[in-house]
């Protein structure tokens, strides 16, 4: 679209106040016109099922179901940026009932397209209570997805005194249709809860949707579970949850409620419950009870399950005893953590005056830096003003019409002047970013792409993800054509690829990114996400990857866009063994391998508190003989900066506002709750808290952590079938989580 290009490099830098409130106020009105006519449009909008119940996040992958026969094939709405985008579902992907978008704010457009004819329109739910319906789910509350009994975790934050809603976003679907049939339409559920009450639900699932949990709980999602007397009628209902924890031969037994009474600090008495012997040999146990025969038995056990985890206790909460019992609920919040404490308040913009309150929106900040030269400030342009008034002024009087005495030759002297004055100009606002000019291109214009990549193995389940936040800045206006690039070594790394998928990083509103949409940019062309399910190469009714690209990504002169891209893929490693330690020990010994096929440069092995510091090469395939050799750092002051004084110790504060660390922002995503979470750093970690593997430091397993020194995927941007090539600032961190076996002896 030339015409747009040329348009938008007229563009001003910033635009009008009248203009920005005149573009608000008609946002509201078509906002406003759009819920009524929403409510009163019974043909279109009610047809539309968005996400879980009515439950979605702004800027996570959402499901949308569409009562009718009709097949979904496209789905129009806006991004973070206001710009209409359009989600195209081809091959495997437009076959079903679901269909899968990213919504870019609250109460955006949806239309549901069939070829060109429209099926259904509306907008997202806005936000609200999520238990009164549909609502969008803002970051700071908690959103739990379940399968049977809430467990009361519904009530969480209600005071119906004080007409107050509960704090936590609960979804209960009551059919088996109401689940996703992709991982996609879980992004953003911080934890899903499974009791015997939702039996038949399990039951109903097709395989797609228990897949679809499944690749949720191993990418980074916490379960929690009930397995209790029921245990066994739950695991025929449900074979692949029996298959992903490990349980060869379940079998059930009688537990004194001593021990939960004791955790609990309660005052109501529990009779013996039934429950599942859980396995020993596997997990962190939280809680150990004792059975009627007074043997040692684990009642409540955590399992890391490739970068996610599994939370099991041997009894169903949701039968008529633990119903009536008022510590239930204290039960599950001790044993899951924070999940189901309330959201708390954003420390980062009440106190620190950041436009953001979370890490990922930090991230983002810190990738949208780039070398550019500024632009001229008012106080540039009005010297040069008032040299142009002087040159056509008193220097234009005195040079023509007192020493040449011809004052025809200001109609000539002028133009120069001003010609002269505008090549000048010209010149110095050139493109200049480094000093350097992008090649390989046809045009002038200069693009740049700053990049953070976390790639994470889990040698243990043999799963491996790839994420990478990036921002692509472009000088002139371009329509840029984004797809996920493999390096040789990421190929070297990988057996199979089961997922890669690109989406805009940038959420609407302070609490990521700082972006605030103002009206639905119509400016700005639309532009294309193609959503693609590939067969696989030797069997076409078998599944390959599910893949994505984005076609004509339009960019404003001097502008920049965010994104990030997620694999998922089967890791192939060189050689890996399992470290060992002392029983009763946190030090490791033994020997450490290398088992990748790259060269490990700053790493470190992780284990519980301890950091050891490996050599600034690590080279691939490499071997350190003893590991008790190592230098040996406390984990925490290390993320923390902490150093010892002679009396007491200094902990370096964390800067919100800063910008100039991407390596520092991808240490706290990596280990945030490590360092002590919001407490240290003042912000929250989602909605990228998937990324941190803190909970994995507790388990026996460690963490194999460095730099690469190349990039493992890369961005591949063209401008239609002409390749561009960007530079740019790159980090690349790698994990590998490598099995701890206990023994004994010396």
């Known amino acids: ?73 496209t789905l129009e709405t806006r991004d973070g940026d206001g710009s209409e985008v359009r989600y195209e579902q081809v091959g495997g992907t437009s076959s079903g ?49 379940v399968i049977g009994d809430a467990l009361e975790v519904d009530e969480v934050g209600v005071n119906k005194l ?89 079998k059930t037994t009688i537990i004194d409620p001593s021990a939960v009474e004791t955790f609990t600090s309660t005052q109501s008495p529990l009779k013996n419950f039934t429950g599942l012997r859980l396995p020993r040999e596997s997990g962190t146990v939280l809680l150990t009870g004792k059975t009627t025969r007074r043997v040692s038995i684990p009642v409540a056990t955590v399992y890391t399950l490739g970068f996610g985890r599994i939370t099991a206790i041997a009894a169903d909460l949701d039968n008529q005893m633990f119903t009536a019992w008022p510590e239930r609920l204290d039960l599950i919040t001790q044993l899951t953590g924070d999940v189901l404490l309330p959201g708390k308040k954003d420390i980062a913009i009440t106190n620190r005056g950041t436009s953001y309150g979370d890490l990922a929106g930090q991230l983002r900040a810190t990738l949208d830096q780039f070398d550019v030269k500024r632009t001229f400030g008012f106080s540039v342009v009005a010297i040069i003003l008032m040299a142009l008034i002087a040159a056509i002024g008193p220097l234009d009087y005195l040079l023509i019409n007192r020493f040449l005495g011809r004052p025809l030759l200001g109609w000539l002297s002028f133009p120069l002047v001003s010609i002269a004055l505008t090549l000048v100009l010209t010149y110095e606002a050139r493109p200049n970013i480094d000093g350097e000019s992008t090649t390989g291109t046809n045009t002038d214009s200069i693009i740049r ?38 390096s040789e070594n990421f190929q070297n790394l990988t057996d199979s690829i089961q997922q890669a998928l690109l989406s805009p990083l940038g959420y609407p509103g302070e609490t990521y990114g700082g972006i605030q949409i103002a009206i639905e940019d119509a400016r700005m062309p639309p532009y294309t996400i193609r959503l693609q399910q590939r067969v696989a190469s030797n ?71 301890w950091a050891y510091l490996l050599r600034t090469r690590f080279p691939a395939g490499g071997r350190i003989d003893r590991i008790d050799t190592l230098r040996q750092k406390n984990f925490r002051w290390r993320l923390s900066r902490q150093t010892a004084l002679e009396s007491s110790s200094e902990t370096e504060e964390w800067d919100t506002s800063s910008v100039e660390l991407p390596d520092r922002v991808a240490e706290m995503l990596m280990f945030h709750n490590a360092v002590g979470g919001s407490r240290y750093t003042g912000l929250r970690d989602e909605p990228l808290s998937s990324l941190d593997l803190s909970h994995t430091l507790a388990d026996d397993r460690c963490i194999l952590i460095g730099r690469l020194a190349d990039e493992l995927t890369t961005l591949k941007l063209t401008d239609g079938d002409t390749a561009i090539e960007s530079d740019g600032k790159s980090l690349t961190m790698i994990r590998v989580v490598l099995p701890v076996i206990s023994t004994t002896g010396r």
């Open 449 to 486: 792409c700053n990049r953070v990549e976390i790639v994470d193995i889990d040698a243990i389940a043999g799963v491996g993800r790839s994420f990478q936040a990036s921002c692509i800045y472009s000088h002139d206006a371009a329509l840029l054509n984004v797809d996920i690039g493999q």
């Open 162 to 250: 004080l007409n107050r809603d509960a704090s936590i976003a609960v979804s209960k679907p009551t059919e088996p249709t109401a689940f996703p049939d992709s991982v996609l339409g879980y992004d953003g559920v911080d934890m899903m809860i499974i009791n015997a009450s939702g039996i038949d639900l399990l039951r109903g699932l097709a395989t797609k949707q228990r897949t679809a949990i499944e690749q949720w709980i191993t990418g980074g999602g916490h379960l929690f579970i009930t397995l209790g007397e029921s245990c066994l009628d739950l695991f025929e209902a449900a074979p692949w949850l029996q298959k992903i924890m490990g349980i060869t031969d379940p």
């Open 97 to 145: 009932d679901w269909a899968y978008v990213v919504p870019g704010g609250e109460a955006a457009p949806l239309s549901l397209k069939n070829g060109d004819k429209t099926i259904a329109a509306g907008r997202f739910p806005t936000i609200g209570s999520p238990s009164r319906g549909p609502a969008m789910i803002p970051l700071g509350m908690n959103w739990i997805v």
């Open 539 to 609: 069997n076409e009714e078998v599944e390959g990857p599910l893949e994505n690209s984005i076609l004509g990504a339009p960019l404003a002169a001097r502008s920049s866009k965010s994104l990030q891209t997620l694999l998922r893929f089967k890791p192939k490693l060189t050689n890996y063994q399992g470290l060992q330690r002392r029983s009763g020990s946190e030090l490791l010994q033994g020997e450490l391998l290398n088992p990748l096929s790259v060269d490990l440069l700053d790493g470190m092995l992780i284990y519980r508190n």
């Open 1 to 73: 679209m030339p015409q747009f290009r040329e348009a938008l490099k007229h563009t001003p830098d910033c635009m009008p106040k009248l203009l920005h409130l005149i573009s608000a106020t008609l946002y509201s009105v078509f906002l406003l016109l759009g819920n009524c006519q929403l409510a009163g449009a019974d043909d279109a909008s009610s047809r539309i099922h968005f996400g879980i119940q009515g439950h979605y996040r702004v800027g996570a992958w959402t499901g949308i179901r569409c009562d009718g026969k009709q097949s979904v094939t």
